[in-house]
């Protein structure tokens, strides 16, 4: 039998940490490529669905003329049969870009299809053209285009972007940043434009995503049918589930909703930790964890998820939803609720007497990360 020090002497090998980091960069490579598999199936899909309702409208004046009322049907029914991700925004954003990009580029290989598998030299590239064979022909993810159509104004302005992220192999959220920091017009400006160019190609630190991010992006998740809970660290998720548990406890009155709750705003992605049902206030109870110090834009983020939460998830016969701010800091727990935006005052008073005390919270949250940081160590 081999002995425990020979164990040791085995693992702490430079050879073996040589073999087992080359398993860990396969593994991640092929989290990556299938990340980048999907979504290119997924784009090169949500594209073939604009080219239809582009030509689906064209067929007829009185088609064109109720657009909106197609998207919608087509929105209800897609919604009914595949779930999420086909709201009347996200198909127009595939309607968007199709006229975008009406004639993608086709590789050589294609095009040799194309020439020698088709007598209908009438029929549209488009129509001949499979899924399999324009995966090729769109080289960014579906969240890169979508940035892409909703935040370029010109044409040219969406051709330097596509190019520089292709380019310099720029992340969504370098992209998003690039935009943000408008990078096209200073490099127009600039009289040393190859220096702009070189220096925009440089990822920062937050620029970067992991394999697993990239497989979670909601998108995709959408497109697969997939559940779509995630957390930022082993920390967060533990009190998350803690957090659950303790308010289950606290009575009947809470009813369990969902994790990692997603909505969207724009173009960009939100997620709500923890969603509650109150069967005696009626309402939805928002719960967001902030494992830092609170901030204002902690309150402001939490407003913005309950007045979409009103608007989205909120029936007609329930009161207004309610936020809740935990931040786990260590040496500063904070628990507030956001009851500003409530009608009237008789019901702000209703809901403070109603729901957990705020130092309850905070007590229950300081014990907590105690408990999981001694059993970490």
Same mark, same amino acid.
């Given at each position: ?57 064209? $067929? #007829? @004046? ?6 909106? =009322? +197609?998207?919608?049907?087509? %929105?209800?029914?897609?919604? *009914? /049969? ?72 010109? $044409? #040219? @302005? ?6 520089? =992220? +292709?380019?310099?192999?720029? %992340?969504?959220?370098?992209? *998003? /940043? ?200």
């Amino acid at each position: 039998m081999t002995s425990q020090n020979e164990n040791k002497m085995f693992v702490s090998d430079k050879i073996y940490k040589q073999f087992s980091d080359s398993i860990c960069n396969l593994l991640e490579n092929a989290r990556r490529s299938a990340g980048r598999a999907v979504n290119a199936i997924l784009t090169v899909s949500y594209w073939e669905i604009g080219r239809r309702i582009v030509e689906y409208e064209q $067929k #007829g @004046k009185k088609r064109a003329k109720y657009g909106s =009322a +197609l998207l919608k049907s087509l %929105s209800n029914d897609l919604t *009914n /049969r595949f779930g999420k991700g086909f709201s009347v925004d996200n198909i127009e954003l595939m309607r968007m870009f199709y006229l975008a990009y009406p004639e993608p580029l086709i590789p050589e290989t294609v095009s040799r299809k194309l020439e020698y598998g088709n007598e209908k030299k009438s029929e549209t590239m488009s129509r001949i053209l499979v899924l399999e064979d324009l995966k090729d022909c769109f080289h960014l993810s579906w969240s890169h285009y979508v940035n892409l159509i909703k935040r370029c104004d010109s $044409k #040219g @302005k969406r051709e330097f972007y596509e190019s520089e =992220a +292709l380019r310099g192999g720029w %992340s969504v959220r370098q992209l *998003n /940043r690039q935009i943000s920091s408008q990078f096209y017009e200073r490099t127009l400006l600039s009289r040393n434009k190859a220096a702009m160019l070189e220096k925009g190609s440089t990822p920062e630190n937050n620029d970067i995503t992991s394999p697993e991010e990239e497989i979670k992006d909601p998108f995709v998740l959408e497109f697969l049918g997939l559940k779509d809970e995630y957390s930022e660290n082993d920390l967060e998720e533990a009190l998350i589930h803690h957090l659950e548990t303790f308010l289950l406890e606290l009575g009947s009155d809470f009813a369990f909703i969902a994790r990692q709750k997603r909505l969207r705003v724009g173009n960009k992605w939100y997620r709500v930790d923890l969603v509650f049902y109150h069967r005696r206030l009626r309402c939805l109870v928002l719960i967001d964890l902030k494992i830092g110090e609170f901030s204002h834009a902690d309150a402001g983020q939490m407003h913005l998820y309950c007045n979409y939460a009103s608007e989205h998830w909120t029936h007609e016969e329930e009161n207004p939803p309610v936020g809740l701010i935990l931040c786990a800091e260590k040496d500063n727990a904070v628990a507030k609720y956001a009851l500003d935006k409530l009608p009237n005052k008789i019901l702000t008073s209703e809901y403070k007497l109603v729901l957990p005390n705020e130092e309850e919270l905070v007590e229950e949250l300081i014990k907590t990360r105690k408990m999981l940081e001694s059993r970490k160590k």
